[in-house]
């Protein structure tokens, strides 16, 4: 029968996370929408309790006759997704309040998202990694268009979806290549086969599927546009948990599934990287709507985070968790932000709209300043030793073109990042926003905290949790 | 049956097949043909009228009296059809009603194919005759029938589910889903017949509503009355038979027929213990030669038959015709939930016990 | 005779996926596809896979694609005004379609090759997906559960209306109600009115 032991050690959040969601579908049937507001509250609890669990079970194991596998580095993945997700999920339930949409399938949704996540993070089979990143993708595309009567809701949902349905066939197709080619779906076997052209072929397609899941750059289009449309609680949430865990998933299957082959994919993933960075920096700057330039902000930045994954797993893992790991609490701090930009018609996302918050919000507007100029890369907040870590991670790999350009694509970020401050502190004064949920106000100055030079120490803590973290990988 | 053709070299074996093809058509055709007027006497008992009683002695010949008149009248195509849907959809609905019967075994050893999977084979192709339907509706290029074929086949796909899940208790409890051993599995007398089930005695008060449950379902899939929605002639006028005449309505007419025989066949085989009487003989089974044992066999299985198909003439004449509404929420709310239970406990039953295999 | 048999079925299912692009009225093209998939089942059955070919023709012919035909016919699209300029990819469709094509040969010749063994381990089909599936691909068996789970949540959310306008029947009051609860019984005096 089922090995319990193994399986908790392996899957413990993922199998918390299910239980609550199908116990909260089954109370939701019959509660309806009274079991709303308890529902947003219990599914962020229900999300922190994994993130625990994943630090818990630590080590990892391997179940199911080797359809998941957990270490150190995908359960610090875990323990970090499913925080931001959950704090994603806390701060949610004022705004699907005042736009009337308070449903308890919201964070039905964001729980099965989580579990279809830590099941990516924890794959090492591809058919696994394929039913995660599918329960992840369904969930997000239905989240996205959750506000369903306004059309860029509606919009945003569907684009994501077809992009997505192209992506997941994409990452399919690759998928049923490399078994062809190597009559195997686990990766420790289809890491001991040959490389030839058909695996390529394969790896390819799977590269290019993936990519679409963490927004990089041939397969960016639909972010955006998305990022514009949905509504910002699911922002908050997409820019934070997916993105974190996807990263780490990419980096989990080119070092392990394809890591005897790190000559055959280093060039495409700097490619992936370099246009990533080009498009994501240009393409913000002419950007007027605050959402849509996180989006291409975070387009950039995963163009940022590829530097280490295409520096291969000894060099590269515990600066990718580092980097990824400032940057999804900096990008949730931001759209917690944003959240707060609200008036009496509704809410506002024009960047100008910020004009001169430093008047009548300065704890905030000082938190969001720290933020933006972490994400810049600005000595010494946080966001600029991850960037450096990675600059660091790619010299050592030799990967120089590439470090020149992520160099010049943060210079041109710093204008756009930049610029918002600069509305907030030194533009007229618009009419003050309404007052903050406190949920969302704390979520903004925490995170802005967590960026600052006082709290080198959190640096230095983290440093040392992403490398223990890659050791487990390396093992 | 390629392994009795590889037995009997291919000429002699296909030869074989065809003529035993042949013969079962012929029978059923024939058999058919008293059926129909079975349906009409019966309906016009509950009314009090004498039914068709002028062709032959008590009217028996009237079945063979309309096709003749069916086959003779002209053949009318609306302008505006799509004319090969058109006139693919009847032949179709008759084809298709006809595959199906291939793996129902009338008597031991008697059955065309007897294949592993004969339950699911009957359940795919019953669901292929939503086809001849929808194309019918949609070829007409007429309103009414369209309508009514969309109905028919929202109806048709709404109950299959709640038949699929029946069906699986069945195989569940008989651990196979070669008919011929669900039949089998039914030979210890009427209590071990499914619709039953005292030899698992808990379980009639499972079985029982799932034999109710499959023969409502299989009314409405059959679209007959009261589920006949698509046809409902004070709404759709004759639904998506309206624009056919001649050759081919008699065609969807024969498929129709063929296919509510074929529900009532399935509801021998499946619950009513099949070829087998209700005491088991073996004494006088041993002492019998085997041609009249199978003979005996095919009469229960006839008798059997025709008692479902009376159960659905009945219904036809008493029953007043459901709502729309009211037929989706029977089989969304009620059958489906209430067949899925019923799995999960005869399941658990099965685990149990452990009574199969 | 079975190699005849493959050779017709593989010949329908080919002409019928050719035709399912060629046709000019979509619901030809989704008949065409119907087609296509029932062969295929019958191939199915022609290698052992009776199970596998069931469910194909339960599913795909008897569900899904039905609902195809639905959405088609209901659509009245016209699929030839949108297919204009379509035509100017060719040249890129040929290329993916070579590209696939090479890489199925391949995995036929340089990749480790099929198994064409129906059931393995088991008497038939049936019995030998049903023990992979419920014990060595048992956690993904019940993940495909969940994202089916989550589908249908989100149809839900996108879809599910209340329309506070839309009368609806409640049974149990309507047989609950009793006389006393509609009529009144009331004297009325010639002249006055009620």
Request: negative net charge; charged residues 10%; proline residues 4%.
């Amino acid at each position: 029968m089922l090995d319990w032991t193994a399986i908790l050690e392996t899957v413990a959040p993922e199998t918390l996370l299910v239980a609550v969601g199908l116990l909260g579908t089954l109370v939701g049937a019959f509660l309806k929408e009274r079991f709303a507001r308890v529902a947003f509250k219990l599914g962020a609890l229900a999300l922190f309790a994994a993130a625990a669990l994943a630090v818990y079970y630590w080590e990892g194991g391997e179940a199911f006759g080797g359809l998941v596998t957990t270490n150190p580095f995908v359960n610090f993945a875990k323990a970090v997704s499913f925080g931001v997700a959950g704090v994603a999920l806390w701060i949610a339930d004022g705004f699907f309040d005042r736009h009337g949409t308070l449903r308890f399938e919201y964070p039905l949704l964001m729980l099965f998202a989580a579990f279809g996540m830590g099941l990516t993070l924890s794959a090492s089979d591809l058919m696994t990694l394929y039913m995660g990143v599918e329960t992840l993708s369904l969930s997000s595309y239905v989240l996205a268009s959750f506000h369903r009567d306004s059309p860029r809701s509606a919009e945003a949902g569907l684009k994501y979806f077809v992009l997505g349905a192209l992506a997941s066939g994409l990452l399919l197709y690759g998928a049923s290549l490399v078994y062809g080619f190597t009559g195997s779906t686990n990766f420790e076997e289809i890491a001991g086969s040959e490389m030839g052209i058909g695996l390529l072929f394969g790896m390819v397609l799977m590269i290019s599927g993936l990519a679409f899941k963490v927004s990089a750059a041939p397969m960016h289009v639909w972010t955006p546009d998305v990022y514009e449309g949905a509504p910002t609680p699911v922002v908050a949430f997409f820019s934070a948990a997916p993105k974190m865990a996807m990263m780490v998933v990419f980096a989990n299957v080119m070092f392990t599934l394809f890591g005897e082959a790190v000559d055959d994919w280093q060039l495409i993933i700097a490619i992936i990287s370099g246009a990533s960075m080009v498009i994501g920096s240009f393409g913000a700057l002419l950007q007027n709507n605050i959402k849509r330039l996180m989006g291409y902000s975070s387009i950039a930045n995963m163009g940022y985070a590829l530097v280490p994954v295409a520096a291969g797993a000894d060099i590269g893992a515990p600066s990718l968790l580092l980097f990824m790991t400032i940057y999804v609490i900096a990008s949730l701090g931001m759209f917690a932000g944003i959240l707060m930009m609200r008036r009496t018609g509704g809410m506002v996302e024009d960047i100008s709209e910020l004009g001169g918050l430093i008047r009548s919000r300065p704890v905030v507007t000082l938190a969001l300043t720290a933020i933006l100029l972490s994400i810049a890369g600005i000595p010494p907040l946080a966001g600029f030793w991850a960037k450096l870590d990675v600059i660091q991670a790619g010299m050592a790999a030799g990967l120089l073109p590439l470090v020149i350009m992520l160099v010049i694509a943060s210079v041109v970020s710093c204008y756009y990042y930049l610029r918002v401050i600069k509305v907030m502190w030194f533009d007229e004064p618009m009419e003050e926003f309404q007052s903050a949920d406190p949920s969302v106000a704390l979520t903004v100055v925490v995170c802005g905290l967590l960026m600052f030079p006082g709290l080198m120490v959190f640096i230095g803590v983290l440093g040392g949790w992403t490398d223990a973290a890659a050791m487990g990988l390396a093992n | 049956m390629s392994a009795f053709i590889q037995e009997h070299g291919i000429l002699f074996g296909t030869l074989t097949v065809v003529i035993q093809i042949a013969l079962f058509m012929v029978v059923l055709l024939i058999a058919l043909a008293f059926i129909l007027l079975l349906d009409r006497k019966v309906w016009a008992a509950v009314m009090m009228r004498k039914g068709p009683n002028v062709v032959g002695p008590f009217g028996l010949m009237q079945s063979f009296a309309d096709f003749g008149k069916f086959l003779l009248k002209e053949i009318v195509i609306p302008a505006g059809a799509n004319k090969t849907v058109f006139l693919l959809a009847p032949i179709l609905t008759t084809t298709l009603a006809f595959v199906a019967w291939a793996v129902v075994p009338v008597a031991p050893g008697w059955v065309v194919a007897d294949i592993n999977v004969g339950v699911l084979y009957l359940f795919a192709v019953s669901s292929l005759g939503v086809y001849g339907i929808i194309m019918g509706g949609w070829a007409s290029n007429s309103k009414y029938p369209f309508l009514g074929s969309l109905r028919s086949a929202a109806q048709m796909v709404s109950y299959e589910v709640s038949i699929g899940f029946v069906i699986v208790t069945v195989i569940l409890l008989v651990g196979s889903m070669n008919l011929t051993e669900i039949v089998n599995a039914q030979g210890g007398g009427i209590w071990t017949w499914h619709a039953f089930a005292l030899d698992h005695f808990p379980l009639i008060l499972v079985m029982f509503p799932m034999f109710v449950i499959f023969f409502v379902s299989a009314l409405a899939e059959t679209n007959r009355p009261p589920f006949d929605l698509p046809e409902a002639e004070s709404e759709l006028v004759a639904g998506y038979q309206v624009e056919y005449s001649s050759t081919p309505y008699l065609l969807f007419m024969l498929g129709e027929y063929l296919n509510i025989v074929l529900m009532c066949a399935l509801m021998t085989t499946l619950f009513l213990g099949g070829w087998h009487g209700p005491v088991p003989l073996p004494e006088l089974a041993e002492n019998m030669p085997v041609l009249v044992n199978n003979l005996a066999a095919l009469a229960w299985f006839a008798a059997k038959m025709l008692f479902c198909f009376f159960l659905f003439a009945i219904v036809k004449a008493m029953v007043p015709r459901y709502r729309y509404d009211q037929l989706m929420r029977l089989g969304w709310k009620i059958f489906l939930p209430t067949s899925l239970a019923a799995v999960l406990i005869v399941s658990g039953y099965v685990v149990y016990t452990g009574v199969q295999s | 005779m079975e190699v005849i048999a493959f050779w017709i079925l593989a010949v329908i299912v080919g002409a019928a996926a050719v035709f399912v692009i060629a046709a000019r009225n979509p619901v030809h093209s989704v008949l065409w596809l119907i087609l296509s998939f029932f062969t295929s089942a019958a191939l199915l059955v022609l290698i052992g896979a009776e199970f596998l070919a069931m469910l194909l023709v339960v599913v795909y012919v008897g569900a899904v694609a039905v609902l195809f035909l639905f959405v088609v016919m209901m659509l009245d699209v016209d699929f030839v005004e949108l297919k204009q300029g379509t035509l100017q990819y060719w040249p890129f469709a040929v290329l993916i379609g070579l590209a696939f094509f090479a890489e199925i040969v391949m995995v036929r010749t340089v990749g480790v090759g099929t198994r064409l063994e129906p059931s393995p381990g088991a008497d038939s089909n049936a019995e030998a997906i049903g023990q992979v599936m419920y014990t060595d691909y048992l956690l993904l068996f019940q993940v495909a559960g969940i994202i089916l789970l989550v589908a249908m949540i989100g149809a839900i959310v996108l879809t599910l209306r209340h329309r506070p306008y839309a009368k609806r029947q409640n049974i149990a009051r309507q047989t609950a109600r009793r006389r006393a609860d509609a009529t009144e019984l009331v004297d009325v005096t010639p002249g006055k009115g009620i």
